[in-house]
Structure formats: C-alpha cells, structure tokens
C-alpha cells in the first residue's frame, strides 16, 4: 500500500512504524474472511481492511480522529486474527494501538461513555477497587433488567450488571507477595504474574500454578511492586496509566533477574501475556528499553512454562472429554496453538476441538462491556460450537474467555487447573465426576 507521510511525521516513531505497516499491506482482503465483525456486521469498514484505510488516511492527514474513525475502530476486538491470515505478515496488532492511542487523544467522546471509560480504566486494574465495584453489582445485578431504554449507556450498564458473578471467592493468601519454595531439589524460578482482575474473580487459577510448579521443583516469586500488566488501559488508547503498568512490573522484575535471576516470567492469563511479550516494542524508545526487551524475552504462558521443565501427570485418567476454548490472545497474539491441547491429552483428558476455533468469544478485555451487542452475538455462537464438541467441560487459558463463556450448561476452567489435578492438585470446581 502506498503511503504519503510527511519527512516531519516520520520522525515520529509511531508514525514511522505505523508506515512502514501500512507499506506491509498488499489490501488482498484476505483478512476480511476470518474478522469476527465483518462476519457479523458484512461492513468493509468493520473488517481489517477496511480499518486499515481509516487508519492510513487519519494518521497521513493529522488530523483529529472522527465519529466515523472512533466507531470502527471501537468494534475491533483486537482479536488479531486479521494477523493470523494475513499473508503479507501486516502488523495490524502495532498498527490499530497507534489509532487507538490517536483517537483517545484527539477525539471527544460523548461524556457518558468518557465516564464509563475512565470509571473502568480507574477500576479494573486495582483489585480492590474492583472487588469493591464487584460486590456493589451484586446487588444491582437484579434490578438489571429494570434499567430503561434502549442506548447505548443502557445497554452497556446490562451487560456490566449481567456479566458481574453472583459470588465472590474469598481473597487467597497464596497470591500475596512471598516466594513460595520448590518441593525437593530446585529445578527452576520463575517470578508469577498474578495480575489484577483474574486473582479477584478466580484466585483457584494462580493457586494451582504455584502448587504445580512447586510440586515440579521450580520456585514461584510473587513480587511486591507488580500489578496489571497494563493491557486494559493499552486497548483503551490510555498511553500514560499502560506505560506506568508496564513500567512499574518492568522494575520489579529487572531487580529480581539482577539478583537471584529467573528463568521466565510465567503468565495464566492469555491477554496479559500477549501484553507483556509486547514491553519490548512499546518501550523501544524508553530509557528502560533494555530491561523491557529482557522481559519480554522471559515472559511465557504457563503452558510454556510447563511444557519447558515436563510435565508429567500422577493420576489416573479421568474420563472426562474437554472442550479446547482457544483464546485469541493465545492463538493469534502468542501462536500458541497446539500446546496447552497436549497438555490436556498427556494429562489424560480427550480433546476436542469446536469448529470455528479461530473466532473470538466476545471478551476481548472490556470489549463486553462496551460492546454488549456484538460481544453477545459472538459468545452465542461460540457456546453454540463448543456444545457441538458433546464435551463434559470446557478448558481456556484466559479469565477474560472464562467470564465471557461462563453460565452456560457446560463448566469453564482454566486449562492449568485441570493439569494440576493430574498431578496431584484437587479438583476445579465444576468439574464433573469423582474426585481423582
Ligand atoms: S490480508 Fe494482510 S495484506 Fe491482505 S488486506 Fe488484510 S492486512 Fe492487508
Ligand atoms: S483484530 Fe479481530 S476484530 Fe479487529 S480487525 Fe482484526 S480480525 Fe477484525
């Protein structure tokens, strides 16, 4: 694709990167038949391509974003599967954070959904907070029905109501800042991302990390100074509270690799891992340039992780047949694709596999949240395929997916709680059968 930047724009290195993306596309469409939204929606300008024109001529122009810009922009999951397809190797994961960066900062949004934003970009990444926000709409969660009308605002407060779980599991002490030792001789140590809303929502999925990992002899550090990852604020376009995220893990892991060094950073949760393995990239200019890129190098999803030092299961197998949810961030953002499905099977559980795989479920961080509509269109037709499997439970490596999928027939666990159970952890709940 040809592009028209100025020599002064270019040197603007998100501008410059954001060109040399553009200069990638050979605009062949390819991408368009595996958009989630332009399967929904049938608009060129809801698919890859057509959000690539927008974006091109916004940022060639310099000019502040639109209606027209925000609105498309807004319906990408940032899914990536666009990436996945493209046979030109388009950056479009690079290309659409630079627009929503643009639009963040020269559109004005309607001040209910500026509201809205800068309530969730405030609470999400503090567990506190969102504890607290999460035990208020408990209590709402009734009346959800009872709020009016038909716009926007309407329907995101619903979906926010509706997607709020009925119970809370209480705080788990596992997940606080320690360093949790090995069992029997040291094979490794890893530093665990614990994250912010995961450890609120489903504390059970960093608990059967650690007593996974511990039980295969690798030593789990949960450092005091970490928090989010940074990835809620960065799909929101929030440049300055995303860097200060990154930034403040960045230094809590650099001192760790200075001391007693680490093998990897291990992460559970799929759309932050796809955030940290990108520090490299969004601190690239940044004096903490070097530590970052280390970061990135060490950051592994849990599957890598166990894969890495060998898994190895001590039960029985279970007879259970296991839905595979593959998380976009997992199957698009990482390329992980086959691993956690081995896992799953040396563990001892049938895989299979719905059709349609590569579509996302709807989650999409707070994609859900802001758009209700869509993100219930695609999570029904993903339940829809997952029942297809005739599977007894459904296993995803991203709280995000789990929230999204959850409430319907079929039970949702992280797919390392079942590997911990075959090797000696208790039993998810949910699961169905006898205790192994
Ligand atoms: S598949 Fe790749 S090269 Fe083709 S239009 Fe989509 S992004 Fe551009
Ligand atoms: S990231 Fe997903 S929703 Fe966005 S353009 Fe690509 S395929 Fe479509």
């Not at 934003?117 to 999400?124: C, D, G, I, K, S």
């Not at 004096?287 to 030092?309: G, I, Y």
């Amino acid at each position: 694709m040809q592009t028209s930047f100025t020599a002064e724009q270019l040197r603007d290195p998100d501008t410059a990167e954001s060109n040399r993306i553009l200069r990638t596309c050979v605009h062949c469409g390819m991408c368009t038949a595996t958009c989630p939204t332009f399967l929904l929606l049938g608009d060129e300008l809801d698919s890859p391509r057509g959000r690539i024109y927008l974006i091109k001529d916004m940022l060639e122009q310099g000019r502040p974003a639109t209606e027209l810009e925000a609105r498309h922009v807004d319906r990408c999951l940032s899914c990536l599967s666009c990436m996945t397809t493209c046979p030109s190797g388009v950056n479009y994961m690079h290309l659409v954070d630079h627009a929503r960066r643009h639009i963040e900062e020269t559109y004005q949004r309607p001040w209910p959904e500026r509201a809205l934003r800068a309530v969730l970009a405030r609470v999400l990444p503090d567990p506190r907070l969102f504890r607290l926000s999460l035990l208020g709409a408990r209590i709402g969660r009734p009346f959800a029905k009872l709020i009016p009308g038909q716009s926007m605002t309407a329907k995101r407060l619903r979906a926010m109501l509706a997607l709020a779980p009925a119970s809370l599991p209480p705080a788990s002490p596992m997940q606080a800042p320690q360093v949790h030792r090995a069992e029997g001789a040291r094979r490794g140590r890893v530093a665990l991302l614990t994250g912010c809303a995961q450890k609120v929502l489903n504390p059970a999925i960093n608990e059967a990390t650690i007593r996974l990992l511990t039980r295969m002899g690798i030593e789990v550090v949960i450092t005091a100074e970490q928090g989010c990852c940074g990835a809620l604020t960065h799909h929101m376009g929030q440049h300055d509270p995303a860097m200060a995220a990154a930034r403040a893990n960045i230094r809590a892991w650099s001192r760790e690799v200075a001391g007693e060094g680490l093998d990897a950073i291990v992460i559970n949760a799929s759309g932050c891992g796809t955030t940290v393995k990108d520090y490299g990239f969004m601190f690239r200019t940044e004096t903490e340039a070097a530590d970052a890129a280390r970061v990135s190098e060490l950051a592994m999803d849990v599957t890598e992780v166990l894969a890495k030092f060998g898994y190895a299961p001590t039960r029985e197998k279970p007879g259970l047949t296991v839905a595979y949810h593959s998380a976009c961030s997992l199957q698009h953002g990482q390329k992980i694709t086959a691993l956690p499905k081995q896992l799953l099977t040396k563990a001892g559980f049938t895989v299979r596999e719905p059709a349609e795989a590569h579509i996302c479920c709807g989650s999409a961080g707070t994609y859900n949240l802001m758009q209700p509509e869509i993100a219930a269109k695609l999570r029904e037709r993903k339940l829809a395929n997952l029942n297809l499997t005739q599977a007894d439970l459904i296993a995803a490596g991203n709280i995000g997916c789990m929230t999204q999928l959850a409430g319907d027939a079929l039970p949702v666990v992280h797919t390392v709680e079942l590997l911990d159970w075959m090797a000696g952890g208790p039993k998810p709940a949910g699961v169905p059968g006898n205790p192994g």
